[in-house]
């Protein structure tokens, strides 16, 4: 490339391998040493001393200037084919000269290209861990949102279960309170039928009594049959009511056990759901 440092440095090379006067195209300075002039012809005829003369001066001339030009013709083809020469070898030595510029640069592009190599193998080398941490990465993620994506659909189902164990445990509490007052309620019940059943117990015995009494009074005389329908039937009557009233009483007990064994199972299943969640 013209101009470039490289381009300096090569005709600064060249020039130092080849000389100043081998760069082609640049005339070599050659000096010829001219030629000895050949001496003069002589004549042999005899003349007369001013014809001899002049002919004589006149064929001096001539050869003289015949001498020169055949002298600077045979300088003009020494100094060509002299030109010649030194252009050949001048040539020589400045291509020799392009071709060891042209190795060194060659060998310079060549270490350069290896290790630019070496750079662009470590490059790919570092892309391709680059691409399998993000690869890793990648799936990573993908793996840490499946995670998030599960974590959601469980939230929602733990939040829907906690809504229904919510609304479980205001029914319960609802239950809770209806067996509390149904429990007050069967108790002041059995009380009252306790009651009863002692007074109905009491007046039994009190109407034994008097039959004992009156047997006892009449001295073992028969009771009117009227009578005796009258107190039998009264006595079968109070029996009943006695069975009656103690089979209510057993009922409620029975109920109230009952109703304690659903409280004692709903708060165990809610401390249970309580301690899953």
Do not use: W
């Not at 040539?91 to 060998?107: N, P, S, V, W």
């Amino acid at each position: 490339m013209l101009g470039s440092p490289s381009s300096g440095r090569r005709q600064s090379v060249i020039a130092e391998e080849a000389g100043d006067d081998d760069i082609p195209g640049r005339k070599p300075s050659v000096s010829v040493q001219p030629r000895q002039k050949l001496g003069a012809t002589t004549l042999s005829r005899p003349q007369d001393a001013s014809t001899i003369s002049l002919m004589r001066h006149g064929t001096n001339n001539s050869l003289r200037r015949q001498t020169t030009m055949n002298n600077e013709a045979s300088d003009n083809v020494l100094d060509d084919q002299s030109m010649a020469v030194l252009q050949r070898d001048a040539t020589f030595r400045y291509q020799k000269a392009q071709i060891r510029i042209l190795q060194d640069e060659l060998a310079s592009l060549s270490e350069t290209r290896t290790k630019l190599q070496a750079k662009h193998d470590a490059t790919a080398d570092e892309v391709e861990r680059m691409r399998l941490d993000h690869a890793a990465l990648t799936e990573q993620v993908e793996q840490m949102q499946a995670l998030l994506d599960k974590n959601k659909s469980l939230q929602g189902i733990q939040e829907a279960k906690q809504r229904m164990l919510e609304t479980d445990i205001a029914s319960a509490k609802a239950q809770v309170a209806n067996t509390r007052k149904n429990e007050k309620h069967l108790v002041r019940t059995a009380k009252v039928a306790e009651v009863r059943l002692n007074e109905g117990t009491e007046e039994l015995r009190a109407l034994k009594k008097e039959l004992e009494d009156e047997k006892t009074n009449q001295g073992g005389l028969a009771v009117p049959r009227h009578e005796h329908e009258r107190l039998l039937n009264e006595h079968q009557r109070l029996e009943k009511h006695k069975a009656e009233l103690i089979a209510a009483f057993k009922q409620q007990i029975h109920l109230i056990d009952v109703l304690k064994r659903q409280k004692i199972h709903l708060e165990v299943s809610k401390c249970t759901d309580f301690s899953t969640d």
